[in-house]
């Protein structure tokens, strides 16, 4: 009878918590406990996968202000983008927008701060804060290497699903620091433990996401709130992909911080070491020798020997910015948007040798730029696009660039030039345009837009661009371009005939959608830095503050699991909702 009583105590414990989970022998759990203890085994797995990657990892902060009609609206931001690695803790390399200098040691600052994590910290010097990027990117990790029993209390909440994903949602919180007096135990608290919710996919028991702080706050400093997710991006291999951070009503000192901020962590396969040794896998086969199945059977004439110099330093710009990961692959994005620039210059009757491509540059800031005969956006710039008429204003001005015969410097045909670290990649690629280059382009765009099939639904692209410049002074770093020319001068924005002729922007019409949140357009494949154009509901805003415009916005990926279990990892890990209107 107690054998069957037993039996039916962990079928209905199985039962309550949709636990379907396996041990490493197979066997179901047969108490929270256990669940409690696969759980942080696999954390420790995840902490030991983190050292064989190095993605990068971009992190945007919008400062927030109160507004009466819309809520809190931006005022001022930060913007970082690096490289992440986990060897001794957790490690930044910064992608600087000029040639880095070696850092001066300020004396025990890190120290005051807690080297471990943190996000803000007071100056001093006016009361001034500042961010630190490390604070964020540290926000990938539970905690590094006392997530335990020993360390930590554990109370089942519910199972719910995120996604098609069943999970067991955990509230964590930390032991009560115990007293350096009693027995000598050490101060589990010192260097900030995790408060908060976690959520565990129930087959394997990996964290997938993490929601809550860490306390205690260190002095003159403050932990920050945040929400990871994890996306499964091989079998059983979940690693970070987005983290929300906001704090409404964050004390420091005297002063009180109110922002928003996402962080994206992407490009885990494309900088992976090892991937050399892939090619030790390419067998060929073929009998016959390989021949060129190039059409040309001829040595080039001086044209065409000069075009396809050209081409070859485009392209090899292209390929860096792509194996630094800051360029996708060529996919079906690329293909909408040289769509948009074919209609454009089918109606202006232009033909253009060898053919006009287009790319995504996969960074926040609103920027584009051309590589040769190649246009390239941002994909915070084509998230934040309200229609095609708005992004064929954006692709006309490059086009206009490449119809105008401003050409990429063929020095990058030569390929040590191409031989330089991915953090520097910034300032040892120029592609930015004179500002006589850019006023031609401005004066070109308008000309082939007025002959394009966009002619009668401009004013939504001059609304936009009027809906960036009132955002302007307090987006600095939105509308910075890391490597393009900026969107405005001297507080105007490009191509102002097409604001002028725009209707009256107003701000607080649900009904007028002259911008959309960061995040409303693009979705990113964290492994593979595939993109494709985001699926979601329209939905329609209830009032002007639910607009958001140019805002960071929270993130809730859709999660699924890896079909196949050969290995092999599939591209595409999750469909991406976004907290948008469109």
Request: negative net charge; proline residues 5%.
């Given at each position: 009878m107690k054998i069957v009583r037993g039996f039916l105590y962990v079928l209905a414990f199985c039962l309550a918590l949709g636990v379907a989970a396996r041990a490493a022998d197979g066997q179901p759990a047969s108490s929270f406990d256990q669940v409690v203890d696969r759980v942080t085994a696999r954390e420790s797995e995840y902490?030991?996968?983190?050292?064989?990657?190095?993605?990068?990892?971009?992190?945007?902060?919008?400062?927030?202000?109160?507004?009466p009609?819309?809520?809190?609206?931006?005022?001022?931001?930060?913007?970082?983008?690096?490289?992440?690695?986990?060897?001794?803790?957790?490690?930044?390399?910064?992608?600087?927008?000029?040639?880095?200098?070696?850092?001066?040691?300020?004396?025990?600052?890190?120290?005051?701060?807690?080297?471990?994590?943190?996000?803000?910290?007071?100056?001093?010097?006016?009361?001034?804060?500042?961010?630190?990027?490390?604070?964020?990117?540290?926000?990938?990790?539970?905690?590094?290497?006392?997530?335990?029993?020993?360390?930590?209390?554990?109370?089942?909440?519910?199972?719910?699903?995120?996604?098609?994903?069943?999970?067991?949602?955990?509230?964590?919180?930390?032991?009560?620091?115990?007293?350096?007096?009693?027995?000598?135990?050490?101060?589990?608290?010192?260097?900030?433990?995790?408060?908060?919710?976690?959520?565990?996919?129930?087959?394997?028991?990996?964290?997938?996401?993490a929601n809550g702080t860490y306390v205690p706050n260190p002095k003159n400093a403050s932990y920050l709130h945040f929400d990871t997710w994890r996306l499964e991006m091989g079998p059983a291999l979940w690693l970070p992909a987005y983290i929300y951070t906001e704090e409404s009503d964050l004390k420091v000192g005297k002063r009180e911080v109110s922002f928003k901020a996402q962080t994206r962590l992407?490009?885990?396969?494309?900088?992976?070491?090892?991937?050399?040794?892939?090619?030790?896998?390419?067998?060929?086969?073929?009998?016959?020798?390989?021949?060129?199945?190039?059409?040309?059977?001829?040595?080039?004439?001086?044209?065409?020997?000069?075009?396809?110099?050209?081409?070859?330093?485009?392209?090899?710009v292209l390929e860096r910015l792509e194996r630094a990961g800051l360029v996708s692959p060529e996919g079906e994005v690329d293909k909408v948007l040289a769509t948009v620039v074919n209609n454009i210059l089918i109606t202006n009757n232009i033909e253009i040798h060898p053919e006009v491509?287009?790319?995504?540059?996969?960074?926040?800031?609103?920027?584009?730029?051309?590589?040769?005969?190649?246009?390239?956006?941002?994909?915070?710039?084509?998230?934040?696009?309200?229609?095609?008429?708005?992004?064929?204003?954006?692709?006309?001005?490059?086009?206009?660039?490449?119809?105008?015969?401003?050409?990429?410097?063929?020095?990058?045909?030569?390929?040590?030039?191409?031989?330089?670290?991915?953090?520097?990649?910034?300032y040892s690629?120029?592609?930015?345009?004179?500002?006589?280059?850019?006023?031609?382009?401005?004066?070109?765009?308008?000309?082939?837009?007025?002959?394009?099939?966009?002619?009668?639904?401009?004013?939504?692209a001059g609304l936009f661009l009027a809906a960036l410049k009132a955002r302007s002074a307090d987006l600095p770093n939105l509308l910075r371009a890391k490597m393009g020319n900026v969107v405005m001068v001297g507080g105007e924005v490009r191509m102002t005939a097409l604001t002028n002729a725009a209707p009256k922007l107003e701000p607080n019409d649900p009904m007028q959608m002259a911008a959309l949140p960061l995040g409303a357009r693009i979705k990113l494949d964290p492994w593979s830095n595939k993109i494709e154009m985001l699926k979601t509901k329209t939905v329609g805003t209830l009032s002007a503050r639910e607009k958001m415009q140019f805002e960071v916005t929270p993130l809730f990926p859709y999660l699924m699991r890896q079909a196949s279990a050969s290995g092999v990892v599939p591209p595409g890990t999750a469909k991406l909702a976004s907290n948008t209107s469109n």
């Open positions: 902490l030991k996968n983190l050292e064989k990657y190095t993605p990068l990892v971009e992190t945007y902060i919008q400062n927030t202000r109160p507004d009609d819309l809520g809190a609206v931006p005022n001022g931001d930060q913007y970082y983008i690096g490289r992440v690695a986990m060897k001794e803790g957790l490690e930044e390399t910064s992608f600087g927008a000029e040639v880095p200098k070696p850092e001066k040691k300020k004396a025990g600052l890190l120290t005051r701060l807690n080297p471990f994590r943190f996000g803000l910290f007071n100056r001093g010097g006016g009361g001034q804060f500042k961010y630190i990027s490390k604070g964020f990117a540290d926000m990938i990790i539970v905690d590094n290497g006392r997530f335990d029993r020993a360390h930590y209390d554990f109370r089942f909440v519910r199972r719910e699903f995120l996604g098609e994903v069943r999970t067991i949602v955990i509230d964590v919180s930390p032991k009560t620091q115990p007293s350096a007096k009693k027995k000598g135990v050490e101060e589990y608290v010192s260097n900030g433990m995790f408060l908060g919710r976690i959520w565990v996919e129930d087959q394997d028991y990996n964290i997938v996401r992407w490009g885990y396969d494309v900088t992976r070491p090892g991937k050399d040794q892939e090619f030790t896998t390419i067998s060929i086969e073929a009998v016959d020798p390989v021949k060129d199945q190039s059409p040309v059977t001829q040595d080039l004439s001086p044209v065409a020997s000069q075009r396809a110099w050209e081409r070859q330093a485009e392209d090899n491509r287009a790319r995504v540059m996969l960074t926040a800031p609103l920027e584009s730029f051309t590589v040769g005969h190649t246009i390239v956006v941002s994909r915070g710039f084509l998230d934040v696009l309200p229609d095609e008429a708005s992004l064929a204003s954006v692709l006309a001005h490059e086009l206009s660039h490449i119809v105008l015969g401003h050409r990429l410097d063929t020095k990058y045909a030569f390929n040590d030039r191409m031989l330089f670290s991915d953090q520097s990649t910034f690629l120029n592609v930015r345009r004179t500002e006589q280059e850019e006023a031609e382009a401005d004066k070109k765009a308008v000309e082939l837009l007025n002959n394009s099939p966009y002619k009668d639904k401009l004013g939504s």
